[in-house]
């Protein structure tokens, strides 16, 4: 007949009640990442539906090109790659030509003063993009420390960035992958 062992029996509510509490965080942790996938759905619809409020003849191309730019950042799966790594590198300070910021401010006020809708739908799409972004990414956060209030400050500089950060990621993939290599592989 099997005797009762304390040790054993003490063991092995330890082992459980371990193992009760690990399946509790992740299920925690579990719960938050889908929060923030939500929230980066969310701001993702958002600076959807501001792209398409400048879909409108009176929209500047130089808008257009710089909502394009953010775009195409916050909805390209390979960047995270390259923003965690200049994170690693610590060069969060690029620095980038501050004279657009003249020629920026003249063109947004001109906006503002003739189609404030379309002023209101750019700062979304930026703000509302780049939110989506880091929410989606949190591990990407880090390089966006004051993003609000910079992109709020100089946001054809923090849009430069983004379009810095994407040819960084174009310049990678091309070096991995050049012209015509299918063509040499297939020979």
């Not at 054993?8 to 990442?33: G, H, P």
């Not at 959807?48 to 409108?56: G, N, T, V, W, Y």
């Not at 950060?165 to 174009?170: D, S, V, W």
Request: hydrophobic content about 45%; charged content about 30%; some cysteine.
């Amino acid at each position: 007949m099997a005797t009762f062992d304390p040790v054993a029996a003490t063991a092995l509510l330890v082992i459980s009640a371990a193992c009760t509490e690990y399946a509790a965080l992740r299920d925690s942790r579990s719960k938050k990442r889908e929060a923030e996938l939500r929230r980066a759905i969310s701001y993702l619809d958002r600076h959807i539906a501001s792209l398409e409020k400048l879909d409108d003849d009176a929209t500047p191309s130089y808008i257009l090109e710089m909502a394009l730019i953010v775009h195409r950042f916050v909805t390209d799966p390979d960047i995270p790659d390259v923003v965690r790594q200049w994170i690693k590198e610590d060069d969060l300070d690029t620095k980038i030509d501050e004279s657009h910021d003249i020629a920026w401010d003249q063109i947004l006020a001109a906006v503002r003063k003739k189609r404030p809708d379309l002023a209101v739908a750019f700062i979304d799409c930026i703000v509302s993009g780049t939110l989506s972004f880091v929410h989606r990414w949190p591990s990407c956060a880090k390089a966006f420390p004051m993003l609000v209030a910079d992109i709020a400050t100089h946001p054809s500089q923090e849009i430069e960035k983004m379009d810095h950060i994407r040819k960084i990621k174009q310049k990678n993939h091309s070096e991995l992958n050049p012209p015509n290599s299918s063509v040499l592989a297939g020979a």
